[in-house]
């Protein structure tokens, strides 16, 4: 099997390459002429796009190698010393007019550092190039994957007038909803890669208006190829699925991963091609694989069952006692069989174990930021009238900062297993951010064993392993990595009251 996948990539990185080299040479553009009727868009002639080279500039290589004389752990250290998170941090979006919790709070100017970036890759669901640009200088090249509707815009990769952007539509197979919904940025400076992964959107709502939270880290070059890694691997093979250019892909190759602890989680419609090559790879499988490897030792099996989820997104999808049952079987690293036969859970069991979080009506009416944030905080009325929704789960979240909506996707696994009767004084477990939201679209339907699930979107995300929970004079903190995580929302969840109904639309 895993032959098979890594000749199924190397025959799409080989066409992407030979793809990219054509473009560069002037030999075809693919326009962005939206009156041309044709299914053909390709045409003749020249145009300047981004070309990313395969390692780092001659400028950055030789200030990597001047390190050479000196003992490699000095070097390291040396080179580490100047990045600004080279061991990756957790930040909330910061928004218009907060006042709470600033240290912990970033703004997209902030990421960008825009004097110091060279070139960066973008992805994004909604896309306002007129917000966006102002956030970069007119010199740096930008490439942007979007979603985008195939009945109105074909796949392919369109280039601005300027020459500054290249805009990439990703591939979508024959589905009833295509939806690009990552959000992953690579930053390109001097002497090192910013790697982001976020759950918020490139425009001025989910960044001024709206809490997202984001993760980034800091990767130093290498003066040679690095050596492979999980993360650099799953990055790579993330980028392709989105149709990266191979170009920008390459320049991965001298990045060190050597320090990341996370874990990638994607999404790949099932309609698309490259699902096809690795369709157990995405969604619900993949979290079940990573989850599986990150596992406590401490805990067996039993233990496991004693595990919370807490499940939080912007937008909720048409959920049942069936699928809380199927998701909450592959946070675990496990199968529904399995903890139907050895957890003996019941959907009951189940609902109580799986907390799924959304603002009430309430809560959209007080908030302080206008209509336009209620608007971006998706729950179709149908979803939550339907009889088998379990309501239940459903439990009300308070955000961090007062009377404002979060648009965050995060989902904490905590476990609250004893040893010895005693309960653990700090607990432990893992978190995921990213842009997934809690639905079957964006993880997928389990549709068997040994089945891959169905999905629907494009998404990413990031899985931050060996979290620890602990309680402190009536309030939670979760840390990773030995620094503090900043939550967008209290974790002291509670369940609605008879009275109260969620943020509805439709």
Known sequence: MASDQSTADDNIAAELQEFDEMISSGAICISSDSESDRDDVVHIGHIDVISLPSSPDIGTKRKLQ?????????????????????DGVVRLTRMVGQKENLAEAVTLADIVQRDKLRKALLSTY??????????FDSSTKLVIVKSYNPNVEQRGIYQSESG?????NPEFGKQGYPIMHSKVMLLFYDDYVRFVASSANLF???????QNIVF??????????????????????????ISVPEAVVQQ?????????????????????????????SYG?????????????????????YDTTLYCYGSSMGRLTSSYLRNFYASALGSTPAIIQRDGGLSPTDIERNVKVGFHTLAQGQKNVNGPLPQQCIKFQTEFYSNPEFPKRALHKIE??????????????????????????????????LGSHNFTPGAWGHVRGPGKPCQVNNYEFGVVLPDVHFESMFGRDTVTWNGTKIPLPFRLAWSEYEQDEMPLLCG
């Open 66 to 86: 001047d390190s050479d004389d000196m003992p490699r752990e000095t070097a390291v250290r040396q080179r580490l010393s100047t990045l600004p998170f080279p």
């Open 126 to 135: 909604v896309l306002d190039l007129d917000w966006l640009l102002p956030h």
């Open 164 to 168: 500054q952007v290249t805009l990439v």
């Open 204 to 210: 001025d709502i989910d960044w001024t208006l709206l």
């Open 216 to 241: 980034i880290q800091d990767l130093p070059y290498t003066p040679t190829l690095s050596a492979a890694t999980e993360f650099g691997d799953t990055l790579a093979g993330s980028l392709r699925d």
């Open 252 to 280: 991965l190759r001298y990045v060190d991963f050597s320090r990341v602890k996370i874990h990638i989680v994607t999404s790949v419609p099932s309609a698309a091609g490259r699902s096809k090559f690795h369709a157990d």
């Open 284 to 304: 619900l499988n993949r979290l079940s694989v990573v989850a599986r490897a990150i596992r406590d030792p401490e805990l067996d099996e039993r233990e496991l």
């Open 399 to 432: 955000s961090k900062v007062a009377n404002t909506l979060v648009h965050a996707k995060v989902i904490l696994a905590r476990s609250n297993a004893t040893k010895n009767g005693q309960q653990k004084a700090k607990e432990r477990g893992w978190m995921y």
